[in-house]
Structures are given as structure tokens and as C-alpha cells.
Nanobody
């Protein structure tokens, strides 16, 4: 499957953004979809996943929502109440089996979209 992330940009603290991930392939609904992020000088970290339930990193719970539209082969990450520490390149990812918070467990990656939150 090929993934294309979009929707990043510059936003003030407290604002919102919605990231989108377009996926190719006819078996999209069989994949677990996830979002990760990587800030400069830091490891890539888990943000959220959708597959057999929804899962969130503690740092984004209550602020971010992951959802998907299998009819359109799309996954989304709605980000509200953004904080400067949310600044990172955000990646969408897909894998066959259950979700994992370890980025190396994921099989497919989009190219990343930059989110910058100003204070």
C-alpha cells in the first residue's frame, strides 16, 4: 500500500489542524492505520492508531482523534488544542496486524507532513 500524508502547516497554540492520509490499494480496510511524529533530534514516536479500536499516546489523549473512511481509502488525524510541543513531522503508517507503538513494527509509511505550533 502507498500512503500520502497532507494537511500540515503553521498554527498558533490552542488551534486545530486535520491531517489526512490517502492510501492506495483495494484492501485498505484490512490495515491498521496509525500516525507517528518526529521532532528534530528525537525518536519517531507513536501518536494514534485505528484498528480493532482506537489507541492514543498519553500526550495527545483528549486532544487528538484518529478516524478513517474505508470507502475513500482515507485516514485522518484531527488535532485540537495544539501545543508547541506537538511541533513535529507527522507520518501516517499502515500494518497488517494489531497496532503497535513501536515504529519499526509498521510496514508502510507516508512521506510526512510538517506541523508547526507557535506559542
Amino acid at each position: 500500500v502507498q500512503l500520502q500524508a497532507s494537511g500540515g502547516g503553521l498554527v498558533q497554540a490552542g488551534g486545530s489542524l486535520r491531517l489526512s492520509c490517502a492510501a492506495s490499494g483495494r484492501t485498505f480496510n484490512n490495515y491498521v492505520m496509525g500516525w507517528f511524529r518526529q521532532a528534530p533530534g528525537k525518536e519517531r514516536e507513536f501518536v494514534a492508531a485505528f484498528g480493532g479500536g482506537t489507541y492514543y499516546a498519553d500526550s495527545v489523549k483528549g486532544r487528538f482523534t484518529i478516524f478513517r473512511d474505508n470507502t475513500k481509502n482515507m485516514a485522518y488525524l484531527q488535532m485540537n488544542s495544539l501545543k508547541p510541543e506537538d511541533t513535529a513531522v507527522y507520518y501516517c503508517a499502515a500494518r497488517w496486524s494489531r497496532y503497535s507503538e513501536y515504529h519499526k513494527d509498521w510496514n508502510y509509511w507516508g512521506q510526512g507532513t510538517l506541523v508547526t505550533v507557535s506559542s
